[in-house]
């Protein structure tokens, strides 16, 4: 099937450590993003990538890392500075050229204890 | 970069009654507009979406939304909503590039 996958879907942190998340694709889209969740607060742009091995901050880049080397695949990295890092985070995908339709994952949920 | 104002966090109805979501943005350019909506359980999909042209435009389930240019809105609308409607629905604006951003999102409790 078609889709995107996250993985994990629940991960656990202890504090200091970074902790990576993985989102791939097979749709053969161009863009890819990292959204991140809270409640209240919408989804919130962390990074994107139009094309492969380029991409893009968002509003809260900071605390977060991405690469682009294939261009199905788009893992981000909680780092340790990340002050908040508790929440729901999605990947999306899409044709990009600003054609705007975005498909999503299911998301994986991050704890830090 | 562009904003997205909803006006409403949590909206409660009977079925049959009938539904505005409110939504802003901030950009003075060309923007693509959208409405995203969650189900339960489900993932995040597409409602309906303006790029140009008729500004009243029609998504699926009954959904349509109307762009009024001159007062920088995008508000979503349904005649009359059933108990399935019952998800979060989220407006999201691009500025014809690809960084699409999002609304705080907006609750829709529809009471059987």
């Known amino acids: 099937d078609g889709g995107i996958t996250q993985s994990p879907k629940y991960l656990f942190r202890k504090e200091g450590q970074n902790v990576t998340l993985s989102c791939e694709q097979n749709?053969?889209?161009?863009?890819m993003y990292w959204y991140r969740q809270d409640p209240g607060q919408g989804l919130r742009l962390i990074y994107y990538?139009?094309?492969?091995?380029?991409?893009q901050k968002g509003d809260i880049a900071e605390g977060y890392s991405v690469s682009r080397e294939k261009k199905e695949s788009f893992p981000l990295t909680v780092t340790s500075a990340q002050k908040n890092p508790t929440a729901f985070y999605l990947c999306?995908?899409?044709f990009g050229g600003g054609t705007g339709e975005l498909f999503f994952g299911e998301g994986s949920r991050l704890t830090v204890l | 970069a562009q904003s997205v104002s909803q006006h409403n966090h949590h909206v409660i109805l009977s079925e049959a009654a009938s539904l505005e979501l409110g939504c802003n943005y901030s950009?003075?350019?060309?923007?693509?507009l959208f409405w995203y909506v969650q189900y339960p359980g489900q993932h995040l999909q597409l409602l309906l979406k303006y790029f140009s042209g008729d500004p009243l435009v029609k998504g699926i389930k009954g959904f349509e939304a109307e762009f009024i240019k001159s007062k920088f809105s995008f508000n979503l609308r349904k005649p009359s909503v059933q108990w399935s409607d019952t998800a979060e629905y989220f407006c999201a604006v691009n500025a014809a590039t690809d960084d699409m951003r999002f609304g705080a999102g907006t609750r829709l409790t529809v009471k059987p």
């Open positions: 999306a995908s899409g």
């Open positions: 950009y003075g350019g060309t923007v693509n």
């Open positions: 990538s139009q094309i492969v091995n380029d991409f």
């Open positions: 749709l053969n889209h161009d863009a």
